[in-house]
């Protein structure tokens, strides 16, 4: 094997230690033997083993343990989402107060606009232009009649559409 040892043997050693090892290999078992793996003497026996049949032994402590480590999973899951909710709540609750905000920015200029828009459009030469265009006049003052107030005791007269 190539290990450290191995290296620093081979580069301390003489050229005579060399020889020595490539000789005493030959005669061994002829010049192409190969070196000897590790573990090779190991044999590994394998056996079919039926386990369908054993039961595992109920282990009370085991089971009181699993218990535990469920519940206390469920209440830490339940505490940080109980942190988290009104969190994001919060953070939920900006976003709609910020589009809010937007949305009162265009309402009120929209308003101006439309505010503009009514004031040119009940302009008093707008209103002039409009009556010079459907020939509306002012009536003459002897064709005016004004109205006074009511004599006391008399009241309008209800027309009756029944009859």
């Known amino acids: 094997m190539a290990t450290f040892a191995t290296l620093v043997n081979w580069i301390t050693s003489t050229g005579a230690r060399a020889e020595v090892s490539v000789a005493a290999s030959r005669e061994a078992g002829g010049e192409f033997r190969l ?93 002039a232009e409009l009556a010079a265009m459907q020939e509306l006049v002012d009536p003459a003052p002897e064709t005016t009649v004004p109205l006074g107030p009511a004599p006391e005791g008399e009241l309008a007269w209800k027309i009756d559409s029944s009859r």
């Open 35 to 127: 070196r000897a793996l590790p573990n090779e003497e190991i044999y590994f026996w394998v056996r079919e083993v039926d386990n369908s049949r054993v039961m595992p032994q109920s282990d009370p402590a085991a089971t009181k343990t699993a218990v535990k480590f469920i519940g206390s999973a469920c209440l830490a899951v339940i505490l940080v989402v109980g942190i988290l909710v009104p969190m994001a709540g919060n953070i939920l609750a900006g976003y709609r107060i910020h589009a809010l905000e937007n949305q009162r920015k265009e309402l009120l200029a929209e308003r101006a606009e439309l505010e503009l828009a009514e004031a040119q459009l009940l302009s008093p030469a707008r209103l």
